[in-house]
């Protein structure tokens, strides 16, 4: 665990000007939201939400490039953008596997019933789950690495969907019909939220990853959404499942990074 928090404290250490700026800036705008929504309503709430986004992602295409460079960042961002969209969008068209699911109108711009801002929303959140997955799946080798890999990655990401989708339930951005089981949403969603994560993950296979910034993200996403969830939004069970879920990542991560 000790080399797990130095890890992380490298990594904010080690960040440049630029990269910097786009962490301090998406913190103020994430920590900013519900005094944006007391102060000034749904509308500058809403375009709050969409700042954080644009924000997260510039710093995580940021991280991705000093890794990787121009050509593997473009073509993983667009593949984790495009995937995502292509598979809203089609269950949006068919209803299936859960039921009839729409984004109201309050989100715009959308393409095909699917707003801008979804796609981007898995960009920003799936390499982070990446980083966690790589930690804890480091002293593996051989056949199980890669599947094991795709499948952590996929409940590192869909352990922050129990913070993400009621949450956009209670803010009437999304809906469901039948309503869900969950806050609104349907158990078979995380299924789907797994099945998706897992399939771009095998697909992109991501490589070299720098985990100690996008694990960073990871965490302060951890424990930015449980306090927003549970003191400011009135969501105390999805707010308890997402820092358990999330929460027992980390610490996996943390325990083998010693």
Avoid at 35 to 41: K, R
Avoid at 87 to 113: D, W
Wanted: net charge positive.
């Amino acid at each position: 665990m000790i080399n797990f928090i130095q890890l992380l404290r490298k990594s904010i250490f080690s960040l440049e000007r630029y990269p910097a700026f786009l962490l301090a800036a998406w913190l103020v705008v994430m920590l900013s939201l519900p005094l944006l929504n007391v102060v000034f309503g749904e509308q500058a709430l809403l375009q709050g939400l969409a700042l954080a986004v644009l924000l997260q992602v510039a710093f995580v295409l940021q991280v991705l490039y000093r890794a990787w460079g121009w050509w593997s960042m473009i073509r993983s961002a667009a593949g984790i953008v495009l995937l995502a969209w292509v598979v809203q969008a089609i269950v949006i068209r068919s209803g299936l596997p859960y039921g009839t699911m729409q984004y109201t109108s309050l989100l715009q711009p959308q393409v095909m019933s699917v707003p801008v801002l979804i796609p981007l929303t898995w960009l920003m959140m799936l390499p982070p789950a990446w980083a966690v997955a790589k930690l804890i799946t480091r002293r593996l080798s051989g056949c199980l690495m890669r599947p094991a890999f795709m499948l952590v990655s996929a409940f590192a990401f869909t352990a922050w969907g129990f913070y993400l989708d009621p949450l956009m339930v209670h803010l009437g951005l999304l809906q469901w019909s039948p309503v869900g089981e969950f806050y609104g949403t349907p158990w078979l969603n995380y299924t789907g939220w797994l099945l998706v994560s897992a399939v771009i993950t095998f697909g992109l296979s991501p490589k070299r990853l720098p985990g100690g910034s996008l694990v960073l993200v990871y965490g302060l996403i951890w424990m930015m959404e449980f306090i927003a969830l549970l003191i400011f939004w009135s969501l105390p069970i999805p707010a308890l499942v997402g820092f358990f879920l999330m929460g027992a990542m980390l610490l996996c991560a943390g325990i083998i990074t010693r």
